[in-house]
């Protein structure tokens, strides 16, 4: 049984950073794609960011363009841990941030369908204040 768990959000102030953590398990494979998504209160589910993995190695990083220069998406293969650092965190970054994970190849053009994930985690609550 694919289980995703987050950790990592909080409170913090303008400017500040967080580094969100997604430990993945009951899940191996070499070709997969991960992502981070949010939710804001009363808003659509949004993609941050993938990483698309094709025999163990990433092969394809994708930002969504509200954090693009401000989020860096990794993942260590050994701790099956996807990360999410975030910098310069804003107010407009609030929201409940959710793991993803699909076994399918995703690109450019699909990474941020919700529609394409079969496993997600239960999320972490970032908020930013002013």
């Known amino acids: 049984q694919v289980q995703l768990v987050e950790s990592g959000g909080g409170s913090v102030q303008a400017g500040g950073s967080l580094r969100l953590s997604c430990v993945a398990s009951?899940?191996?494979?070499?070709?997969?794609?991960m992502a981070w998504f949010r939710q804001a209160s009363g808003k659509e589910r949004e993609g941050v960011a993938g990483?698309?993995?094709?025999?163990?190695?990433?092969?394809?990083?994708y930002y969504g363009d509200s954090v693009k220069g401000r989020v860096t998406i990794s993942r260590d293969n050994a701790k099956n841990i996807l990360y999410l650092q975030m910098n310069s965190l804003k107010p407009e970054d609030t929201a409940m941030y959710f793991c993803?994970?699909?076994?399918?190849?995703?690109?450019?053009?699909?990474?941020?369908?919700?529609?394409?994930?079969?496993?997600w985690g239960q999320g972490t609550q970032v908020t930013v204040s002013s």
């Open positions: 993803a994970l699909t076994p399918r190849a995703l690109w450019d053009s699909t990474w941020r369908g919700t529609e394409n994930y079969a496993y």
């Open positions: 990483i698309r993995i094709d025999g163990g190695r990433s092969t394809g990083l």
């Open positions: 009951g899940y191996s494979s070499y070709g997969y794609f």
